[in-house]
């Protein structure tokens, strides 16, 4: 494989970290050893080396193996050169969305397959920007302080994972959601101010949306209804809902009617000790010009 007369150097595993099978998610495993069969069932069909495939799509033999013995998680573009090459027509490329999901956590999976059947989000985070509003740049700053260290593997999945999740902004019908969000949290530069000045005009934009919350808790208040820790409350379509906090059944998943009030008791009234949505939305864009 060359470029312009040079050969071009083939990827190696040091350059995609992050892409490993988790080994307890048995669903991944499974559905990565059935993408790497296919892939290898349709190497070997055209009758081409392992070598030669690797060369025609920049990989290095090695890696080749392991994306085939379902070692390792290929990428979608992978899956798109490889289609290609071996003419597959398709049916390589199309296995990128289970791919995709493989590529996160488990309990973030779970999670966002939660929040994907939610028509109403009700969401209160103490210590840092909700993971759905976190850019990418701010989300990278939060898991790099994170002790003992996440490795530069583990950073990269949850960064994927939180972005992917967004996915809820563009679902049509639109959920309602609504934030609530501590001042300390947006003016603390993680990642540094340009990460944070990006994260700020990211809350904005959102801010703007008709099916969006967003409001902001002043360190000044003196009545706070939140110092018992965040809150999550998902109420879906056939009038059901999950909720979770520190502070109830000791932060599992709840559904009991009972503890569910407790949740939008609480949520209820930290949300009218928070500033309003306008309120907050112009805070926010001044605490941006300051940055």
Do not use: C
């Amino acid at each position: 494989m060359s470029v312009d007369g040079a050969v071009a150097r083939l990827k190696s595993e040091a350059d995609e970290p992050g892409w490993e099978v988790d080994p307890d998610d048995e669903w991944g495993v499974a559905v990565i050893a059935t993408v790497g069969r296919q892939l290898k069932l349709r190497r070997e069909a055209v009758g081409m080396r392992a070598a030669e495939f690797g060369v025609a799509v920049g990989y290095g033999e090695d890696l080749v193996y392991k994306i085939e013995s379902g070692k390792r998680i290929p990428r979608p573009e992978y899956l798109d050169r490889a289609d290609e090459v071996l003419g597959a027509g398709g049916l390589l490329a199309a296995m990128k969305e289970d791919v995709r999901r493989v590529r996160y956590p488990k309990k973030v999976r779970d999670l966002a397959q939660m929040e994907a059947k939610a028509v109403e989000l009700q969401l209160y985070d103490p210590l840092h920007i909700h993971g759905l509003l976190q850019t990418p740049e701010y989300a990278r700053g939060l898991l790099l302080m994170r002790r003992p260290a996440y490795t530069e593997e583990e950073v990269e999945r949850f960064i994927a994972a939180r972005v992917a999740r967004k996915d809820i902004f563009e679902r049509d019908p639109m959920p309602e959601l609504s934030f609530v969000l501590e001042e300390w949290t947006l003016r603390r530069p993680l990642g540094g101010r340009p990460a944070l000045r990006r994260q700020l005009e990211y809350l904005v934009e959102a801010a703007q949306l008709r099916n969006v919350e967003l409001q902001v808790m002043p360190v000044e208040r003196e009545e706070h209804a939140g110092v018992d820790g965040g809150i999550e409350v998902l109420k879906f379509e056939d009038g059901s809902a999950v909720g979770r906090s520190p502070a109830v059944a000791n932060g599992r998943p709840v559904s009991d009617p009972k503890q569910l009030r407790i949740l939008e008791l609480r949520y209820g009234i930290i949300r009218a000790q928070a500033l309003t949505p306008r309120e907050s939305t112009a805070f926010i864009e001044q605490l941006l010009g300051d940055t």
